[in-house]
T-cell receptor, first 113, second 114 residues
Framework: GNSVTQMEGPVTLSEEAFLTINCTYT??????LFWYVQYPGEGLQLLLK?????DKGSNKGFEATYRKETTSFHLEKGSVQVSDSAVYFC????????????FGKGTKLSVKP | GAVVSQHPSWVICKSGTSVKIECRSL??????MFWYRQFPKQSLMLMAT?????????EQGVEKDKFLINHASLTLSTLTVTSAHPEDSSFYIC??????????FGSGTRLTVV
């Protein structure tokens, strides 16, 4: 069935370190892919998205490329900051742009000064 | 851009009482609203999907009599937790879609039942 698998956390990095959070999906058709971020005590915010193969979503220094051949959408950032500490969720939509949103389990990132 | 306002952001209630959580789309018409529940250190669990003017569709295992959802207008959906108990304590998040806008999430409501 449709599902998202993302690397388990928590991930702890030092400031300015390189970040990768892996995400792979299982879906029929051509889903749109998303990364959401949840800061402590808050709801979800859309971080970036990609709607077709080879698209690269980017925002706030984060990037992810829609890799259809590997069904992946790994999140990367070249130099993390303490303010990036949050939980990151990989997700995809099937059934059109307003269809069902399927979430991964989330990866908690802690960035130490 | 699209904004969804969720209120209250936190609430503490006594066991046995009911609590209402509101979710409003501020600048777009939300034809569909979703309610999620998030347990500590876990992902979001979809509870129900509601379309304006019709009954909500609940996910398997979610008690519809306990979690009452009303989507009476294109800008407002409410979730009422009836006869709340400590096990209902959780973080509840709404989301709305409509028109050109994909999923837009509210800021969440932390419910604590004592």
């Amino acid at each position: 069935g449709n599902s998202v698998t993302q690397m388990e956390g928590p991930v702890t990095l030092s400031e300015e370190a390189f970040l990768t959070i892996n995400c792979t999906y299982t879906a029929t058709g051509y889903p749109s892919l998303f990364w959401y971020v949840q800061y402590p005590g808050e709801g979800l915010q859309l971080l970036l998205k990609a709607t077709k193969a080879d698209d690269k979503g980017s925002n706030k220094g984060f990037e992810a490329t829609y890799r259809k051949e590997t069904t992946s959408f790994h999140l990367e950032k070249g130099s993390v900051q303490v303010s990036d500490s949050a939980v990151y969720f990989c997700a995809f939509i099937y059934g059109g742009s307003q269809g069902n949103l399927i979430f991964g389990k989330g990866t908690k990132l802690s960035v130490k000064p | 851009g699209a904004v969804v306002s969720q209120h209250p952001s936190w609430v503490i209630c006594k066991s046995g009482t009911s609590v209402k959580i509101e979710c409003r789309s501020l600048d777009f018409q939300a034809t569909t609203m979703f309610w999620y529940r998030q347990f500590p250190k876990q992902s979001l669990m979809l509870m129900a999907t509601s379309n304006e003017g019709s009954k909500a569709t609940y996910e398997q295992g979610v008690e519809k009599d306990k979690f009452l959802i009303n989507h009476a207008s294109l800008t407002l959906s409410t979730l009422t937790v009836t006869s709340a108990h400590p096990e209902d304590s959780s973080f509840y998040i709404c989301s709305a879609t409509g028109g050109y806008y994909g999923y837009t999430f509210g800021s969440g409501t932390r419910l604590t039942v004592v």
